[in-house]
């Protein structure tokens, strides 16, 4: 791999492991599909129960219409609740739902299931390598994720 293409391969691997991920994730769920969005907020309230929906766009670098549109479709769905911030009456806070719970307990095991298979047909030192390189790809997100917040 050549220096001048590295930062584009790095983001084709990526952005192709990750869509791989979920397109066979799809596959034995019940219920109406969540978008990559709707995750992703569902992982934030969990991580931060009760954080606000300005908030939650923030986090994800959303404008505040869209996250309300994610938290009316969720909320409908059974994901959410919407609890009236008793500091501030017009401003909602966000829990789980107990199915949201269950259902995001069970995406994550089944994504770590379906990870470790294939990473476990890898040979050791491919494994090796990719563990080694986590702390970096953390970093790396750790970055964008800090840029995303100035701009």
Known sequence: MEADTFPEDLADVLVGVQRLIRRRLRGGIT?????????????????RPGIGVSEAAGHLHLASNSVSTLVNRLAR?????????????????????GAAEQRLADWR???TELVGRHV??????????????????RRLARTLHEQAGES
Do not use: M, W
Not at 82 to 96: H, K
Not at 120 to 137: F, I, K, N, T
């Open 109 to 111: 095991r089944r994504r």
């Open 120 to 137: 476990s047909r890898l040979d050791e030192a491919d494994r090796e390598a990719l563990r080694a390189a986590l702390p970096a790809l």
């Open 77 to 97: 769905d059974g994901h959410l609740l919407r609890e009236t911030d008793p500091a501030d009456r017009r401003a909602a806070r966000l829990l789980l739902t």
């Open 31 to 47: 219920g109406p599909r969540l978008r990559g969005a709707e995750v992703e907020l569902l992982r934030l309230v969990e991580s």
